[in-house]
């Protein structure tokens, strides 16, 4: 990941601002590639801002000039535009009246790559003046842009900074996300699905109280959209999200798991298979969770809940369900030896509980 920003990547950026600002060499752009080793791509993200700062005029107008003329580059793209945004929104920073400007710019990068984090910054700078002009953008000819107006607001949006004011009022991008549910690109309804499941994590009972009301005027895509932005909330057994999905408690049977093995040596897999059966009267649909519990450094267990599969049963009917789950060391999960847990979840509610050995 670190070397999408390396020394040929950073040539071609100042080529190419060189090209719309003749009068510009741009020195510090020249040499930063010597302070990358061993840094991260953030890092050097850093770096690259820093050296823009450095060579570009020092005034919000100028700078944003250079940048508009080199995006009549198409090649004026990539991971460099990352460090151009976080430029451009240092530079609005420190000049407010310019703040709007900045957020439009922002909004004219996006396109290639994407602005989803140096909008952060702005974003916690002064959300009440920023959240109006990021709606605006909902209507949007390109669907990059509208989906900056999802991706860039989302409460928990992976590699980013933590912006308190959205954490603060999570129904504050309710708005952006009821114009957008029913975009015509799936890239955009994409994120508001994961920008709903930030939310859930917040406020489930405001969640569900906006996918209901997006099922209720619903278009082809809708109910993606909503199973996709309430996962977590199903995975939870959340009773409003599961009735909402259709997930009505019921009366099943579930066999115990048969392993294809009770000790799963790393890296490795757990297989297992299971019966489930509707016991009820009425034709019921499940959705089929599993848990594990995994071994912690501190020997005890917590659990992670994964999705398995829906199943629509009728009356008496059973199917066979399997997996293979795999396990190996990552560096978001770090796996421990010793007993672990696997439990299946139905419709939110706990069968069954199977322990397994792992041995590193």
């Known amino acids: 990941m670190n070397e999408l920003i390396d020394a040929d990547a950073v040539a071609g950026l100042r080529a190419r601002l060189a090209s719309a600002a003749p009068g510009l060499d741009f020195p510090a752009l020249a040499h930063v590639a010597a302070g990358f080793a061993d840094a991260s791509l953030r890092q050097r993200t850093d770096l690259v801002s820093a050296a823009l700062l450095a060579d570009l005029p020092a005034d919000y ?14 090649a004026f793209a990539g991971w460099t535009i990352w ?21 439009g710019l922002l909004a004219e990068l996006t396109p290639r790559l994407t602005s989803e984090f140096p909008i952060r910054r702005l974003l916690d700078h002064d959300i009440d003046a920023a959240l109006p002009i990021v709606q605006s953008w909902t209507t949007h000819p390109d669907p990059h842009v509208r ?17 308190p004011s959205l954490h603060a009022r999570p129904e504050a991008t309710v708005p952006i996300l009821d114009a957008l549910y029913r975009d015509e690109s799936d890239y955009v ?18 969640v569900v109280e ?12 809708t109910a993606w959209v909503v199973r996709h932005g309430l996962r977590t909330l199903v995975k939870k057994a959340h009773p409003g999200a599961l009735g ?32 489930l059966t509707n016991d009820g009267a009425t034709t019921e649909r499940m ?21 398995l599969a ?51």
């Open 310 to 360: 829906a199943a629509t049963l009728a009356p008496g009917e059973s199917v066979i369900i399997s997996k293979r789950h795999g396990l190996r060391q990552m560096t978001t999960r770090v796996h421990y030896a010793g007993t672990h847990t696997l439990e299946l979840q139905i419709n939110g509610e706990r069968h069954t509980r199977t322990d397994f050995e792992v041995v590193l």
């Open 147 to 163: 989906r900056l107006a999802s991706e860039g607001t989302r409460v928990f949006l992976p590699w980013a900074i933590r912006v």
């Open 189 to 206: 309804r994409r994120s508001v699905a994961n920008h709903l499941n930030d939310l859930a994590r917040q406020n489930p009972g405001l």
């Open 244 to 275: 909402l999905l259709g997930f009505a408690p019921v009366t099943v049977s579930v066999s115990d798991p048969v392993l294809d093995s009770p000790v799963v040596t790393l890296p490795g897999n757990l297989g297992f298979r299971f019966i």
């Open 210 to 221: 906006v996918a209901s009301r997006w099922l209720a005027a619903p278009d082809e895509n």
């Open 61 to 74: 107008p100028g700078a944003a000039a250079v940048f508009r003329s080199a995006l009549a580059d198409p």
């Open 83 to 103: 460090p151009v945004g976080e430029t451009v929104t240092t530079l609005g920073l420190a000049q407010p009246q310019h703040f709007a400007d900045a957020l």
């Open 287 to 307: 959705a089929v969770d599993y848990v594990v519990h995994f071994m912690k450094s501190n020997g005890r267990q917590a659990e992670k809940v994964f999705k």
